[in-house]
């Protein structure tokens, strides 16, 4: 073949700002109406809610950050001369579907002479999910969980739990948790808000996880093989020659976990909603990060919060700002 015009990219982002997160913060607890929204079959409408207190989806202006985030993306393919976007992968979560959907749809809002491209479908890859680590387990599965990463001050890291009084789906596998398959992922976004008439989820993707996630309460996810899940997912996306940079959807812990594993350092730049890490693989193997943490497209959507009151991004800001060490 003659000279490739342009080098592929892989951007990895976070989702947008969460609605669990904006009940927080008006003082309502979004889990526990979840768990209401289950036992009383209440399940299936936009306000009504899925009744899965992990899998919250993204605010009216999460969304409009994630559309930002898409333009943001193809305007970067063209200042960095990198080829257009041409696939978008996805956490097997609403908030990482939903945000896809808007990113995609942002990309096709540039111009492709100014690095735009139209891009038709999105693909569930479930090895962009969040950390099912013990602190996303103590966020949900608790009875008095209310998203604090963590868990709550009175149910925190450390304290003892009654294993009878954990949602039932922290025991099972933790693949259960997840919207892996296009067709649920799809009827999820058509129930409670995601989709865009020209925009669907892909059914022919082949996910690079092989088989199902089997974490759980017992036996959670170490934020290293989280970590090496991130940067495999990365290798072998580099590794499939791509025709056009790609676009994946993530949470912060992972999107993170890429920038530590790809650039090799051991600490990361705080990642807020939407935040942007994109990185090239040299002939030579070695990744160059070439953009770290970028949220400059969130000025765009001045309505929205940046982080969430009880994240991990927000607790680190909190401990630098009192001079207490990051976790």
Known sequence: GGQRSAVSAIFVARHGERVDYEWRRRGENWQAFQKQVAA???????????????????????KL???ALGRSVARHCSRLGLAPVTQVLCSPLLRTGQTAVEAAAGVGEVPPAQGGSTIGSISVEPLLAETMCEEWYRSW??????????????AAMGTVVNEEQLHPMALGPSSECLLTSAAVMEENLVR???????????PT???VAKGPFVYNWRKPEAHEDQ???MAHLCEELAAADPKGSILCLSHGGPTSGAYRMLAGVDEAPKC????????????????????????????EVPEATHFGPTDLAEQQKE???NGTPNH
């Open 40 to 62: 009383e079959s209440r399940v299936g409408t936009v306000e009504g809610g899925s009744g899965r207190p992990w899998d919250t989806p993204l605010t009216e202006g999460g």
């Open 65 to 67: 950050q994630a559309r």
């Open 141 to 154: 599965a608790l009875p008095t969980s209310d998203s604090t990463w963590g868990g709550p001050a009175e």
């Open 192 to 202: 409670f808000g995601g989709t865009l008439p020209d925009i669907h989820v892909d």
């Open 205 to 207: 993707y082949t996910p």
């Open 227 to 229: 970590h090496a899940r």
């Open 272 to 299: 807020g909603f939407c935040g942007l890490f994109g990185f090239v693989k040299h002939q030579d193997g070695r990744w160059e990060p070439i953009i770290v943490a970028d949220h400059d497209h969130l000025d």
């Open 319 to 321: 401990e630098s700002e």
